[in-house]
């Protein structure tokens, strides 16, 4: 059964930070572009943040620059998203996606080639 699992999620203060895991199991996350995705309550899903299949290219939206850092460790079939400097509008239901974008562009802004989704992880940022 081809699966992403999403971890690391948690109740931290403003300030604070996470770091994010997305495993895969079933299939190999080696030529897949990830992203990072969130849902905020009431609210539209919305690209965090990609990284291409070789880690060379990654994308981040706006409001996240500067602070999250996505990375990969293909060995361990594995994406992370290190959260710092956590703000309240973090608050949202964390996604990881996997598929084959033309860019890592296309997927995060476009919304575009998400093959597989994980279940997500929610991250409260609360004081």
């Known amino acids: 059964q081809l699966q992403l699992v999403e971890s690391g999620g948690g109740l931290v203060q403003p300030g604070g930070s996470l770091r994010l895991s997305c495993a895969a199991s079933?299939?190999?996350?080696?030529?897949?572009?990830i992203g990072w995705f969130r849902q905020a309550p009431g609210k539209e899903r919305e690209g965090v943040s990609c990284?291409?299949?070789?880690?060379?290219?990654?994308n981040y939206a706006d409001s996240v620059k500067g602070r999250f850092t996505i990375s990969r460790d293909n060995a361990k079939n594995t994406v992370y998203l290190q959260m710092n400097s956590l703000k309240l509008e973090d608050t949202a239901v964390y996604y990881c996606?996997?598929?084959?974008?033309?860019?890592?562009?296309?997927?995060?802004?476009?919304?575009?080639?998400?093959?597989?989704w994980g279940k997500g992880t929610l991250v409260t940022v609360s004081s």
């Open positions: 079933g299939f190999t996350l080696d030529y897949y572009v």
């Open positions: 990284i291409s299949s070789s880690g060379g290219s990654t």
């Open positions: 996606a996997a598929g084959f974008p033309t860019t890592v562009q296309d997927m995060c802004v476009m919304r575009r080639g998400m093959n597989y």
